[in-house]
T-cell receptor
């Protein structure tokens, strides 16, 4: 029973198009994140949100825009898609605190840009 | 920029053998370390955490942490083919609350 739901699981897009990756977590966590992983690069931090506010952004391109409509939602909008954007995008969440501190990951959205 | 270095990049051990993986953070303000395991096509899952100096054992898995050198190691004894996976080390600086991952060690256990 997945507690972090990512939709869709697989996504194929054409160069130049726009896509939204969906993430909902049902763990009651206050912090949510996006990470990206590809064959060329290891697991790479993109964004962190806490209480729906952007905490950190390590993505150089403004083509990547996180959107948080609710505390347990953190979607990722990607515009002007490029083949280099092909990767698996993982949503994650955590509950900051001295005990049980850890990151939980969703199953990922595998994006292929043609 | 905060970095986490893992070694070796890949490791092959025989079934029943011992696998030893290393991880070092370059950020002096890192407070916590984790080891995650990622099987092919799956998401990373936490294997073990270590927050204070010393050693922690859970079944076949043992982690060590030396906070002075910001070095952690994971040891898997009696390795099984099902242990074959990518092992990721993660470090957290509670100042900026960013979890940073290393590039991973790809472990293969051969029967």
């Amino acid at each position: 029973d997945p507690k972090i739901i990512q939709k869709p699981k697989y996504l194929v897009a054409v160069t130049g198009s726009e896509k939204i990756l969906i993430c909902e977590q049902y763990l009651g966590h206050n912090a949510m994140y996006w990470y990206r992983q590809s064959a060329k690069k290891p697991l790479e931090f993109m964004f962190s949100y806490s209480y729906q506010k952007l905490m950190d952004n390590q993505t150089a391109s403004s083509r990547f825009q996180p959107q948080s409509s609710k505390k347990n939602h953190l979607d990722l909008q990607i515009t002007a898609l490029k083949p280099d954007d092909s990767a698996t995008y993982f949503c994650a969440s955590s509950q900051p605190g001295p005990s049980n501190e850890r990151l939980f990951f969703g199953h990922g959205t595998k994006l292929s840009v043609l | 920029q905060q970095k986490v270095q893992q070694s070796p990049e890949s490791l092959i051990v025989p079934e029943g053998g011992m696998a030893s993986l290393n991880c070092t953070s370059s950020d002096r303000n890192v407070d916590y370390f984790w080891w995650y395991r990622q099987h092919s096509g799956k998401s990373p899952k936490m294997l073990m955490s270590i927050f204070s100096n010393g050693e922690k054992e859970e079944g076949r898995f043992t982690v060590h942490l030396n906070k002075a050198s910001l070095h952690t190691s994971l040891h898997i004894r009696d390795s099984q083919p099902s242990d074959s996976a990518l092992y990721l080390c993660a470090a957290l600086n509670t100042g900026n609350y960013k979890y940073v991952f290393g590039a991973g060690t790809r472990l293969k256990v051969i029967a």
